[in-house]
């Protein structure tokens, strides 16, 4: 031990001893943001050096600090990532006012970030004028623009990315609600851009983009690799795929020909990654020629039943990546261990019985997961909507799964009995063994997990940070044994569960290294939010968003579907203070106004 004591001391001292130019290019090898921030607090001298040469943050939530304070800290940024909104904005729970505007952010950026070309904006509300700021500022270097399920904006805003972002090498616009006036803002990119790699308005409503543009790019862009569109008639973009020569991934289009008129379109032989949006069965030989190149296949919005989906995974040996819906079935689990044995990530999702999606295989359970784990062993990510599961099904993920790091499960309640509940020895034999996880979610139904079961997953998960429990639990008493665990417990997520405001508030303080915590149902008290301030602390910012009905949908009769979402609690971390931009759905609870001393 004393050994071991000296050798370290030595090292300490060798590298305190280090002039600042050695230590500032030791420094620009370590990349991961953790060991970045572990030596940042080594001491003051190597605190400057990090700022100096730290080239990428993420703000995991943007109101957890100021821009002036990151402009302080990190004036020398190339790329910076920012998210907005909870996690929970992306199943419409949160008020589409709540915030997470990025104009202080943009404006920030425009004035002081002279070394920044990389931008990466999620779940944030973007104006026009951001965009038009961002573009006149940072255009001639601007490499990056990611504005990831963002709002606010429209493709007046785009023209301007178009006209002056010319060395722009991607543009992602994923999933983002953009008012579309007009395709102008793709032909000036057409017109304007020849360094282009990867376009991306997958699942938009921009239909107004043209196909003859797309081509115009492709001509243009001679390392364009990845290509993500909205809704594109498939024939259309014949001349399309005849140019992008390098084309690695795409997806989007449709098909509305008749399925033998398909046979003319050929893509790049470098195309490993796809997703061809409303393919059926009549469409899907297209696909078999280069299926066996296929890395990663999207059939989210294809329109596939659970036979389909088994010929064409059975054609893909080399796939690690599946998206799809719970239409794949166990068979189609079965056929995907059978053949796929390279599969890394796998996520499904609950399929759109509206669509007509549905089949009686349709449905995954124990024997798919089962066979899954047994067959797939470099598995890393796993999330997944069951209509049955057991113990011995979660046990079988632990004892084969040793990769897994992200693991998701969610118990639909469309069976009314299910086969082995409560899952508590199951979660625990997962956790136990699945010891790489760093991602975590749970999301049953009443009954599906005791206070035992929730005490085990705080005892079993050391190395956890991110965390999303639904009706777990049976009282206070669980979550109270559950947050004397989760040591490394950063972010938790928590829905449907039949905690008081008191005992949310206690495992507050108990879990040490908790940054964030999102609350929807819980037992509130008689007075708005008073017994959550017994977790109020330095740097600590608690928000409420009382019941509210919202109208989801409008029925076949043309009625308003009326849902009651329960009350939130949110609570993060911030050295900004509280925020000033609360819309009229949120409360903020300030402990001095209610006399806590912290």
Not at 56 to 74: G, K, N, Q, V
């Amino acid at each position: 031990m004393e050994e071991n004591n000296n050798k370290l001391n030595k090292t300490m001292t060798s590298l305190t001893d280090m002039s600042d130019d050695v230590l500032e290019r030791v420094m620009l090898y370590i990349d991961d943001p953790k060991d970045r921030d572990a030596v940042s607090l080594v001491c003051r001298r190597w605190y400057k050096l990090d700022a100096l040469t730290r080239k990428h943050i993420t703000i995991a939530l943007c109101y957890t600090t100021s821009p002036d304070r990151l402009r302080r800290r990190f004036r020398h940024l190339e790329s910076l990532k920012l998210k907005g909104k909870p996690r929970a904005a992306m199943f419409n729970l949160i008020p589409e006012d709540w915030g997470g505007y990025v104009t202080p952010w943009v404006n920030e950026i425009a004035e002081n970030f002279n070394f920044l070309n990389s931008v990466h904006f999620r779940r944030m509300i973007v104006k026009d004028s951001d965009l038009e700021v961002l573009a006149r500022s940072r255009g001639k270097v601007l490499q990056v623009l990611k504005l990831d399920k963002c709002s606010g904006f429209s493709t007046d805003g785009l023209l301007h990315v178009g006209r002056l972002c010319r060395q722009l090498r991607t543009l992602f616009l994923e999933e983002s609600s953009i008012v579309e006036k007009d395709g102008q803002w793709l032909h000036e990119i057409a017109i304007n851009n020849s360094v282009l790699e990867t376009l991306n308005f997958y699942m938009t409503d921009l239909e107004k983009a043209s196909f003859e543009d797309l081509e115009l790019i492709a001509r243009n862009c001679h390392n364009l690799a990845s290509v993500k569109i909205s809704d594109c008639e498939i024939l259309d973009l014949v001349g399309f795929f005849r140019a992008a020569a390098v084309l690695e991934e795409f997806c989007g289009g449709s098909f509305n020909e008749e399925p033998d008129r398909y046979t003319a379109v050929t893509f790049s032989p470098r195309l490993c990654r796809l997703g061809l949006t409303y393919m059926g069965k009549n469409e899907m030989a297209i696909v078999f020629p280069f299926a066996s190149l296929l890395k990663k296949l999207d059939l989210l919005y294809a329109l596939l039943d659970t036979e389909d989906h088994c010929l064409l995974i059975q054609r893909c040996p080399n796939l690690e990546v599946l998206e799809t819906r719970n239409v794949i079935g166990d068979r189609g689990l079965e056929v995907l261990a059978r053949s796929c044995k390279r599969l890394k990530r796998l996520r499904i999702e609950r399929g759109a019985d509206e669509q007509g999606m549905e089949d009686e295989e349709g449905v995954v359970s124990q024997r798919g997961l089962m066979a899954l784990a047994q067959g797939c062993l470099e598995l890393e990510y796993l999330a997944v909507y069951v209509s049955d599961i057991t113990n011995a099904s979660l046990q079988c993920i632990g004892t084969y799964s040793k990769n897994l790091c992200d693991f998701r499960l969610v118990l639909l309640d469309k069976e009314e009995r299910i086969t082995d509940l409560p899952l508590d020895n199951g979660v625990r034999a997962l956790l136990r063994g699945c010891e790489k996880l760093r991602r975590f979610a749970l999301y049953l139904r009443p009954g599906g997990l005791t206070n035992v079961g929730l005490s085990y997953i705080g005892k079993y998960s050391p190395n956890v940070r991110w965390m999303l429990l639904g009706y777990v639990g049976e009282s206070d008493a669980g979550l109270l044994e559950f947050s004397r665990g989760c040591p490394s417990l950063q972010k938790l997520e928590m829905r449907g569960c039949c905690f008081s405001e008191h005992a949310v508030a206690v495992s507050v303080m108990q879990l040490t290294s908790l940054r964030y915590l999102w609350v929807q149902g819980y037992r509130a008290s008689s007075l708005l939010g008073r017994d959550l301030l017994a977790m109020a602390h330095p740097f600590w910012n608690i928000e409420l968003i009382p019941a509210r009905r919202v109208v989801i949908m409008t029925d076949r009769v043309g009625e308003d579907v009326v849902v009651e979402h329960p009350a939130h609690i949110l609570a993060y971390y911030s050295l900004a203070g509280p925020r000033t931009d609360f819309p009229d759905t949120v409360i903020p609870l300030d402990p001095v106004v209610a006399g806590v001393e912290l």
